[in-house]
């Protein structure tokens, strides 16, 4: 689901009855750069096709608000997309629970979400 599309109401139900979200994807500044909102939405779809349940912060906000929200919520697993780290090819992970951090290629995404929730 893309944050924009919930109301406080809804979100609270999808956090409190359905469980809340896997992975929240924070795109920096997607409407800025457009080639970070469409590899975001693409990220989303394939983590959802994959069986997911994710959370794409579309809204025009500043990082440190959308991480904020991600903390908030619980949510466990973060991806970050930058125009930089884009360039190189890779998403930046982190994990909300215990602060690690890593570097994870565009490429092998699904497979490192599958070894991680194994």
Same mark, same amino acid.
């Given at each position: 689901? #893309?944050?924009?599309?919930?109301? %406080? ?22 409407? %800025?750069?457009?080639? $970070? #909102? ?7 779809? #394939? %983590? ?20 904020? $929200? $991600? ?18 090819? $890779? ?28």
């Amino acid at each position: 689901m #893309r944050l924009s599309q919930y109301t %406080l109401d809804t979100l609270r139900h999808q956090v409190e009855q359905e469980g809340g979200f896997q992975v929240a994807i924070t795109p920096v500044y997607p409407r %800025l750069f457009e080639k $970070v #909102r469409l590899e975001a939405d693409a990220l989303h779809d #394939r %983590l959802e096709q994959a069986g997911y349940r994710v959370l794409l912060d579309d809204r025009n906000q500043k990082p440190r608000n959308m991480f904020e $929200v $991600v903390e908030f919520l619980g949510i466990p697993h973060r991806l970050t997309l930058s125009g930089r780290s884009l360039e190189v090819g $890779v998403y930046e992970y982190f994990n909300t629970v215990t602060q690690y951090r890593e570097k994870v290629s565009r490429v092998q995404v699904l497979n490192f979400f599958e070894e991680l929730f194994a």
